[in-house]
């Protein structure tokens, strides 16, 4: 039985990972980043990794609800502030675990999400993002009132941190941002046959009076999708406060909160795999030119040449690009093939002739 069982899930495996070069790329990735640490164990490196993986959560969180719903947000840092600045009071002022306060954090963050929602009823487009735009302005103001429990410009520091060792704290982000990643992929795929919130997501942020003639609640949706988004842009700023062991303002300033749009841009926004691939892409990249001489002057300029680049010839983002170089979809059976089949894997379909129609 044991035998079968296993033959099944190698047999899945082989056929839903393994014929896929997507999913191979996201094998290998994780595997990468599992092993990363018997590489090298230097601080500064798996700093960099470590903090890739916090903001991979973050540009994925804003994917959901601009990509995916269309509600574009320009202050979404606001969330991973509120959740910051939430897990830090709690850690310092009642002494909570971090395993407590990252996700008391995040569902701070959720309920300021509920709050942003009521906007954008009422809201839409260029005058939704400008007043999502106000949100981090207004709290961030807010630090500067009662000093004596934000820390004002200085901010809260002295958090525990996630645990006793660098690497531990390593693996620990590593599995969050799996766990995390995996639930905002599957919630929002619109071919999931169990869970329709990405399709209805999509027919949202396509056309929001044709899906509500059609019974849809939207405000429904875009209540949940703004919820969904803080919570997990709070878990990436509750682990942020945590792994540097500090919570300042710099949440709150107005670049920060467009680093995850860039970063889902470059990869390819309404994909979260695009949000990831932009962050693992950039954020090591500026880093590591800010060490070379004059990199902290340089590491501006190179992350403006490379958006730009990107932007003009591959307009749908880099990852977007590359997967449409290795993958083909079926025109019968719609289904993911590499690129140099000549038959679907599934219904056996000619994958490369323009004559054909179904």
């Not at 969904?228 to 710099?250: D, M, Q």
């Not at 079926?330 to 093939?337: G, S």
Request: hydrophobic share 55%.
């Amino acid at each position: 039985m044991i035998v079968k069982k296993a033959y099944l899930v190698y047999a899945w495996f082989r056929m839903q990972v393994m014929t896929i070069p997507g999913r191979n790329i996201a094998l290998i990735f994780y595997i990468f980043l599992c092993a990363f640490p018997l590489i090298t164990q230097q601080p500064y490196f798996l700093r960099i990794v470590t903090l890739a993986c916090i903001f991979a959560i973050f540009a994925a969180s804003w994917d959901v609800l601009a990509g995916f719903t269309g509600q574009i947000n320009l202050g979404h840092g606001v969330f991973f502030g509120v959740a910051s600045y939430g897990s830090a009071l709690l850690n310092i002022h009642l002494d909570l675990s971090p395993f407590i306060t990252i996700p008391c954090g995040a569902l701070i963050a959720m309920g300021l999400g509920l709050v942003l929602a009521i906007p954008a009823l009422r809201l839409r487009g260029i005058y939704l993002s400008l007043v999502t735009l106000a949100f981090p302005a207004i709290l961030g103001s807010l630090i500067y009132i009662a000093p004596s429990y934000t820390g004002g410009e200085l901010g809260i520091y002295g958090i525990d941190r996630l645990s006793d060792s660098r690497v531990v704290d390593y693996y620990i982000t590593v599995v969050v941002m799996a766990v995390s990643l995996t639930i905002m992929w599957y919630l929002t795929d619109s071919k999931s046959k169990l869970v329709r919130l990405g399709l209805i997501l999509c027919a949202i942020r396509e056309d929001e009076i044709e899906a509500r003639s059609n019974g849809i609640s939207t405000t429904k949706y875009k209540v949940i999708a703004f919820c969904f988004s803080g919570f997990f842009a709070g878990i990436a700023g509750g682990l942020y406060a945590h792994f540097l062991r500090l919570s300042g303002p710099g949440s709150f300033e107005l670049f920060f909160s467009f680093q995850p749009i860039l970063w889902a841009i470059f990869g390819g926004i309404a994909t979260i795999y695009g949000a990831v691939a932009g962050v693992f892409i950039l954020h090591p990249l500026v880093e590591i030119i800010s060490m070379l001489p004059f990199g902290e002057h340089l590491r501006h300029i190179v992350f403006a040449l490379v958006l730009i680049i990107v932007l003009l010839f591959m307009p749908q983002g880099i990852a977007v690009w590359i997967l449409d170089k290795i993958e083909i979809r079926c025109p019968r059976c719609k289904i993911k093939n590499a690129h140099f089949r000549k038959k679907c894997r599934a219904c056996r379909a000619d994958l490369h002739s323009k004559g054909l129609s179904y």
